[in-house]
């Protein structure tokens, strides 16, 4: 016998969990951007054996825009 059935069930999801991960997804994990002599960039941290990197890579300034504005509004919601 074989059944078949749709489940609904109301769930809580905290925004900041959704903003962190799209942050994360923009930058990775404990990524970081910033913007030096006009120019946007997200940087990230890398081993290289007994030590470590920081690794830049530049990026469109829509796409510099959009993840300070979710920071922002990730900040907004923490307070």
């Known amino acids: 016998m074989e059944v078949h059935a749709n489940i ?3 769930v809580f999801i ?3 969990d959704v903003i962190e991960k ?4 923009e930058v990775g ?7 030096k002599d006009g120019k946007y960039y997200k940087g990230h941290e890398e081993s290289a054996g ?4 920081d690794i ?3 990026i ?3 796409e510099y825009e959009y993840i300070k504005a979710l920071q922002l509004v990730l900040k907004n919601l923490k307070d």
Not at 29 to 35: P, S, T
């Open 8 to 10: 609904t069930q109301k």
């Open 14 to 16: 905290n925004p900041k």
């Open 22 to 25: 799209l942050i994360e997804k």
């Open 29 to 35: 994990w404990r990524g970081w951007i910033f913007e």
């Open 50 to 53: 007994c030590h470590s990197m």
């Open 56 to 58: 830049d890579e530049e």
């Open 60 to 62: 469109p300034q829509e």
